[in-house]
C-alpha cells in the first residue's frame, strides 16, 4: 500500500487511498477523449474521505487537479515535484491561491442584463466534454473545439441575475447546456465578445491553485506567475497515474 500524505486547501481537507487493480483497468478501459470523465472516476475511486462528504464530479476543476496531482505525486518515481515534460509540478502549482466558498462573483452589466458567475466545477466540464461534436456551424461542420469549449464554459458559469442551472448531472444537465450554448453562439459578436471579456476577468477573480485556459485538447493550465515566459501550458491527463500494468490489461 501507498502512503498519501493529507491533502489541505481551503475549502476541502481529503484523504486519498491507492485505487484498486480493477478500477486502474476500468479507467484505462475508458473511450479517449474521456479526460474530465476519467478525473471523476479516478478520484471517486481514490478518494478515501473529503471534509465535506462532496463527490469530485462538484469540485472546481483546480480543486479536481490538485487532487490528481497529489495522488501521482505520491505514486510517480518522481516524487512530490515531479516532471511535467521539461519542466516540474511547482512551475503550474500555487497554493498561495485558495478559494473559499463555490458562490458566483457579480460581473456587473453587459448587453442589457445583470451578470453572475460562478467556478467551473467538474460536473460542468464534463458535460462540455461529452457535447463535442453536438454544435454545428453554418457550414454543418462540428464547430471548432476552441470555440465549444470556451462557450461550454461562459454557458455553464455565467448566469443573469435570477436564473438557475440543473443541479443533477447527465441527461438533463446536458440538454441545459446544449440549448445554452446555442443560445451564446447566436448572440452578436460584439455582445459575444463582451461576455468573453468578462469571463476572462472573472476567471482571474476566481483563480485558484492552478492557472486553467482552453486549447483544442480541453482544459491546460499556464504556469504560475514567474516560473517563465517560456514554459508552455500543461495537461495533467489520469492516465499518468495508471502503471503500465492497467494500461496492457485494458
Known amino acids: 500500500m501507498i502512503y498519501f500524505p493529507e491533502l489541505r486547501t481551503r475549502r476541502l481537507t481529503i484523504r486519498l487511498r491507492e485505487i484498486s487493480i480493477l478500477d486502474a ?19 471517486r475511486a481514490a478518494v478515501e474521505s473529503v471534509s465535506d462528504g462532496s463527490d469530485p464530479l462538484e469540485w472546481t476543476i483546480e480543486e479536481r487537479t490538485l487532487a490528481l496531482c497529489h495522488y501521482l505525486a505520491a505514486t510517480n518515481d518522481d ?7 521539461d519542466y516540474h ?3 503550474y502549482v500555487d497554493m498561495e491561491k485558495q478559494l473559499g466558498t463555490l458562490k458566483p462573483i457579480a460581473l456587473g452589466e453587459i448587453a442589457g442584463d445583470k451578470w453572475t458567475m460562478c467556478p467551473l466545477t467538474g460536473r460542468h466540464a464534463e458535460a462540455i466534454e461529452r457535447l463535442e461534436g453536438e454544435l454545428q456551424g453554418a457550414n454543418g461542420a462540428p464547430i471548432p473545439a476552441l470555440l ?16 438557475d442551472q440543473p443541479l ?9 447546456l446544449l440549448e445554452r450554448m446555442k443560445t451564446f453562439l447566436a ?3 460584439s455582445d459575444y465578445s463582451a461576455l468573453l471579456l468578462k469571463r476572462t476577468e472573472g476567471a482571474a477573480k476566481l483563480a485558484h491553485l492552478f492557472y486553467p485556459a482552453f486549447s483544442k485538447k480541453g482544459i491546460v493550465f499556464n504556469p504560475v506567475e514567474g516560473a517563465g515566459d517560456d514554459i508552455p501550458p500543461a495537461r495533467f491527463p489520469p492516465s499518468t497515474c495508471l502503471t503500465q500494468l492497467p494500461l496492457a490489461m485494458a
Not at 443533477?168 to 441545459?176: I, L
Request: glycine residues 10%.
Open 25 to 43: 483497468v476500468t479507467i484505462a478501459a475508458m473511450p479517449t477523449g474521456m479526460e474530465q470523465a476519467e478525473t471523476t472516476a479516478l478520484l
Open 79 to 85: 516524487g512530490p515535484d515531479f516532471a511535467v515534460g
Open 89 to 91: 509540478y511547482t512551475d
Open 148 to 163: 465549444h469549449w470556451h462557450t461550454g464554459a461562459m454557458a455553464c458559469q455565467l448566469l443573469r441575475e435570477g436564473e
Open 168 to 176: 443533477d448531472a447527465g441527461q438533463v444537465f446536458d440538454e441545459w
Open 187 to 189: 448572440l452578436p459578436e
